[in-house]
């Protein structure tokens, strides 16, 4: 029975004055801040990997400059060849007796340099791939590695989910930042090397280009910067789209989509949010198009300047056709790698702000953290739980949840809480499981605040069923040792704990038994009945082995023999052990040792069924209202 839970919300600040264009740059390069960081990850992926790809980039880098280089020798060569004694008839006697052993040498390096630009580019790519795919599974594991150790107060905040939300697109999306910065490093190599060729002859042309350059450079930059900021006040939008879809095409929704014919309905949501999101990128994709229509003919321009300018001074006899060959090349080669290079900085600026989406979840931290000293949780419970004067309030609301709530469990004790929904039953597991932090009073195990606990080692001695229990597509053994999960390989405790739950006659009558996979994500996988995942959820509780069982709505799903086997199984519990059951069904909570109503977060009434039926009470009034139902 799920609660309402506030969310995180944070105080809306005016936008800050624009600041100057210094401080804008700096913000905008600055994202490049988490660069290292993600080298030192992806170098965790594999050192061999990472020095291979950049080795590969520096070879790669200075071919094409003595590419260019080699092929003006080849041409002053050829002149300087034209130009003297008529060769022999034929090209092999030319090769063999005429004076072109210089040319031949020339022409064999160029091959050279072509079969070794071919087999580093394969290399490059092969290294790459690789590498990206274990940088690919490293972040997934370091996102649902981080995310086990948050809290629910930050899961139930909207601005995380939004945050966890761009994380997990973005990082996955950006997987080959690292490549393309090895690529810039690459290109910058390669047009250091350019440069200095060009610079040789004429240092004008280099600084021409690059200032030509730079409005399209800052135009790129501004548009990439928009477009992340569209991204991100989007998120919401783009998370109830992908929720939107879900729902829309999956087995779990197909019954009541059909039923209630909600497909036109969520199809029309989704077109909504989907023009929206549409219409404000169109609007960036056409103001990005004309923009960088106009800067890129600027450079242009300045391209085609210079190269007039060096055919002219070749006419003039300034430059030999071998320097005019190697300087319109090198400069064509040069003008396209200035260009690729200072979009490809403007782009990886763009791209390094996910990044830092991905490394604040990352650094984000639980809010309930251990003790610098704790104490253990005392196994078995020899006094009882105890809630003094406990009240909370979810975050972001003024509501108090729970109230100068004072409640015990006794060590052995099923206690049952009743009560209408929003009286704070759910709220008291999440405060006992520690889930939540109580912002008055304290929980007590035997004495033992649970503040002085580390949560792990609470949570191992608790054993929780939620009436939103998930439906694991395992096998049906996994499914139960999800309970104890350190246990998988237990077969007899898997067994035993599916006894204990009812779900040995459910995993019995499966073909493949314990091996069978359950749901229907898995090749093979059989879906059960409401029931039956009813049965193997208390089976997992039962795994668990706790010191303390919580069921919340345990027999929802249960005919009402299956249901009175599960309470006589908790009567049963051994001595140090407590239950504590949530259940509107009043044949399900009658059979507990004692029943807390609670209202409005506070207890209303305690005692037995007979006591409180007795009594003529809030109890009595529900359990009549209940009763009358079967008559």
Known sequence: MAEQSGEFVTQATPSPVRPPWRARLANRFGVYANVPRMFRQIWRCSPALTLGGITLRLVQAVQPSLALYVGKLIVDEVIHLGSQSTPPASLLAWSLHGPASR??????????????SDLTARATTLVDGLLNER?????????????ATLD????????????LERARRQASGRNN??????????????????????????????LLLVLALLPATAGEAHFNAEGYRLLRARTAERREMDYLRHIGSTAEHAKELRLFGLGGFLVGRFRAAAATVMAQNRRLALRRFVWSGVFGAIGSVAYYAVYIVIVWDTVR????????????????????????LLMAITQTASQAQYLDDFFAFLDLRPAIAPAATTIPFPSPIRQGIRFEKVGFRYPGTDRWALRNLDLTIGAGETVALVGENGAGKTTIVKLLTRLYEPDEGQITVDGISLSDMDPADLHAHIGVIFQDFVRYSLTAAENIAVGRIEALSDTARIRAAAREGLADGVVGRLPLGYDQPLGK????????????????????????DADLLILDEPTSALDARAEADVFERLRALRQGRAALVISHRFSTVRTADRIVVLEHGRVLETGSHAQLVANGGRYAELFALQAAGYR
């Not at 690292?178 to 280099?206: D, K």
């Not at 006899?317 to 690729?340: A, E, K, M, Q």
Request: hydrophobic share 55%.
């Open 152 to 163: 629910l107060q930050q899961f139930e905040s909207s601005e995380l989910q939004d945050l």
């Open 135 to 147: 940088y690919i599974n490293d972040v997934s594991l370091s996102l649902m590695g981080h995310a």
């Open 177 to 206: 930042l690292l490549v393309q910065l090895f690529n810039i490093a690459e290109i910058g190599l390669t047009a250091l090397t350019l440069a200095a060729g060009v610079m040789a002859f004429a240092p004008w042309m280099v």
């Open 317 to 340: 006899g300034r430059f030999s056709v071998g320097d005019l060959t190697f300087l319109s090349g090198s400069f064509l080669r040069l003008h396209t790698i200035l260009s690729r």
């Open 521 to 544: 994500q898995l090749a093979r996988g059989r879906e059960l009945s409401g029931g039956e995942w009813q049965k193997i959820a208390i089976s997992r509780a039962y795994m668990r």
């Open 103 to 116: 040319l031949e040498g020339w022409i064999a390096l160029e091959f050279m340099l072509i079969i070794l």
